[in-house]
């Protein structure tokens, strides 16, 4: 994976109370901020924006990791119905 400026790395491992399973590598200059994972909870409480833009930013990567493998393997990333629907 290639992230950019105001990118996070580890949130989701965070979030699901896992181990990071992946090492980030630095090309260049950057600033990180490394925090617990009650901290990060924390903060996510506190600043809805924040909350918004990190959950955007973990649904973009989910869905760029599917077609990633949908393509790999042959196939298409395909929805169903919506849910209620």
């Given at each position: 994976?290639?992230?950019?400026?105001?990118?996070?790395?580890?949130?989701?491992?965070?979030?699901?109370?896992?181990?990071?399973?992946y090492t980030a590598t630095v090309h260049g200059g950057f600033v990180a901020l490394a925090i617990d994972r009650e901290l990060?909870?924390?903060?996510?409480?506190?600043?809805?924006?924040?909350?918004?833009?990190?959950?955007?930013?973990?649904?973009?990567?989910?869905?760029?990791?599917?077609?990633?493998?949908?393509?790999?393997?042959?196939?298409?990333?395909?929805?169903?119905?919506?849910?209620?629907?």
């Amino acid at each position: 994976f290639t992230f950019g400026v105001g990118s996070s790395v580890g949130g989701l491992c965070a979030l699901g109370d896992v181990p990071r399973r992946y090492t980030a590598t630095v090309h260049g200059g950057f600033v990180a901020l490394a925090i617990d994972r009650e901290l990060f909870l924390d903060r996510l409480e506190d600043d809805h924006d924040l909350a918004r833009d990190f959950l955007t930013s973990m649904a973009a990567g989910l869905i760029a990791l599917l077609e990633r493998t949908a393509a790999r393997d042959g196939g298409a990333v395909t929805s169903g119905p919506a849910r209620g629907a």
